[in-house]
């Protein structure tokens, strides 16, 4: 059975276990520093991806440089509003990140 610990737990730990040990007083002070920054980035990615879920992104134009509102099937493909497109890529990847993240 593997354990999980959080960075702030590890860096207890490293305290505890070799205390006045400079290397590992300077690790511990990181591995908290890192968590703080870890936790702070999430929660800004979680806002954006509450802002980017609710805005609309439209450019009017398809990812292959023609104008929505006269794409045809002509040019080979039916319409991809690119902005829409990026957007629904950024949404998947903070999604995956957050995900990752916050895995148990």
């Known amino acids: 059975m593997s354990e999980k610990f959080t960075a702030l737990q590890l860096a207890d730990a490293l305290s505890l276990t070799f205390p006045g040990n400079l290397g590992v007083d300077k690790a511990a002070a990181e591995l908290r520093r890192l968590s703080t920054v870890n936790a702070e980035l999430l929660e800004a990615l979680r806002s954006c991806l509450g802002m980017l879920e609710q805005a609309n992104c439209s450019t009017g134009y398809c990812c292959c440089g ?29 999604r995956a990140a957050i995900a990752r993240a916050t895995e148990e």
């Open 66 to 94: 023609s104008s929505i509102d006269s794409h045809t099937w002509g040019d080979g493909h039916g319409p991809v509003d690119e902005g829409e497109h990026y957007q629904l890529k950024a949404i998947e990847a903070a």
